[in-house]
């Protein structure tokens, strides 16, 4: 089956029908790329975009979510538990709400729609700690929703509400493992089990259905400068190993440029994810089709001697551009 073709934002940005992201733990980059014990992970590397200068923002594990999630801390220093009156600020998931689509949260070993407790689960299973779930503390109960905060029910556990049909998935969502399977209290073997069990057949369904899988860690084992193996893996990626320094500011402002959202905070100053896309050379518009649109456009700019015209860039606009583009456009999108 042919990949599917990516549709772009504005920005050239890629605008995935569904991201899913899942967070693993407490392990460096070295701990993590090229390791033995983790060959499902590194098969996603290998196939997909590796970040190489990813670093994770503090210590320990609930600030870091909580500024992926808000692009701040929100003053959060510790794992412990802070008051919801805490949490108005702007975030992920509530800036999904107003744009009209959707965002989900999948805690595995987490009992309830909406649980508000510090865990559940035993040590022998693995067990759900409300520290590595940061829209948790954005849920409300009101019956009209005050500004940023989200209702309980986008706070779900993994087993029975994670949908086998991903096409029915949030336009964004998280799956956290619990601490055995996210490698806070289990091996990197059991985390990279649990990946590939889990959540493969929605990587291989992400390649043909414009979404896009992103797995990244929290922080490190601090000692390793907080540099963390962080893989973008779908259809609008091309694969390699990119060296652009990245922190999970960096990692908030793409998703939001994704869907044309608001930036705050953190995300403000920091530059998307740009090099990684793969573009379709016809697709002059970046909105995954190639059609008369790209052609009109290609038009105009060839005629007006504008560098959008230059399309086998080498400095020179003419003919040879012109066939160029034609063939392009006949060849379509992979």
């Not at 008051?83 to 702007?90: M, W």
């Not at 989200?150 to 956290?176: C, E, H, K, Q, R």
């Not at 973008?232 to 922190?247: A, D, I, L, R, W």
């Not at 909105?287 to 060839?302: E, M, R, Y």
Request: proline share 8%; aromatic share 12%; glycine share 8%.
């Amino acid at each position: 089956m042919a990949l599917a073709t990516p549709a772009f934002a504005d920005n050239g940005i890629p605008r995935p029908d569904h991201i899913l992201i899942v967070i693993e733990e407490n392990h460096a980059y070295s701990q993590i790329i090229g390791s033995p014990s983790a060959p499902y992970i590194n098969s996603l590397a290998a196939a997909g975009a590796l970040m190489t200068s990813s670093y994770a923002i503090t210590h320990p594990s609930q600030p870091n979510y909580i500024a992926f999630f808000s692009g701040s801390t929100q003053g959060v220093t510790t794992d412990g538990m802070y008051p919801h009156t805490l949490f108005t600020a702007p975030n992920l998931g509530a800036k999904l709400w107003a744009a009209g689509l959707t965002f989900g949260g999948y805690s595995q070993t987490m009992p309830s729609v909406g649980y508000d407790g510090l865990t559940a689960g035993n040590s022998s299973t693995g067990t759900y700690q409300r520290k590595h779930n940061p829209w948790v503390n954005w849920q409300d109960l009101s019956p009209v929703l005050p500004p940023n905060k989200l209702p309980a029910s986008v706070n779900m556990p993994y087993a029975g509400y994670f949908p086998s049909d991903y096409s029915t998935l949030p336009t964004l969502s998280f799956v956290i493992p619990n601490q055995l399977y996210d490698m806070h209290d289990g091996t990197i073997q059991q985390g990279d089990t649990w990946l590939r069990d889990n959540i493969s057949a929605y990587a291989a369904w992400a390649r043909n259905n414009n979404s896009l899988l992103i797995v990244t860690f929290d922080e490190d084992d601090g000692a390793h400068s907080n540099r963390i193996a962080t893989i973008f893996y779908g259809p609008m990626v091309v694969p390699g190993q990119y060296g652009q320094v990245v922190t999970h500011y960096n990692m908030l402002r793409t998703l939001e440029d994704m869907y044309s959202l608001p930036h705050d905070a953190g995300t403000i100053a920091a530059a998307p994810i740009a090099d990684i896309w793969a573009h379709c050379p016809a697709d002059l518009n970046d909105d995954g089709v190639v059609n008369s649109q790209d052609f009109f456009d290609f038009l105009t700019a060839f005629f007006a001697q504008a560098p959008a015209a230059d399309f086998n860039h080498d400095t020179f606009i003419n003919s040879q551009d012109f066939f160029d583009f034609l063939a392009a456009l006949f060849a379509g999108c992979p």
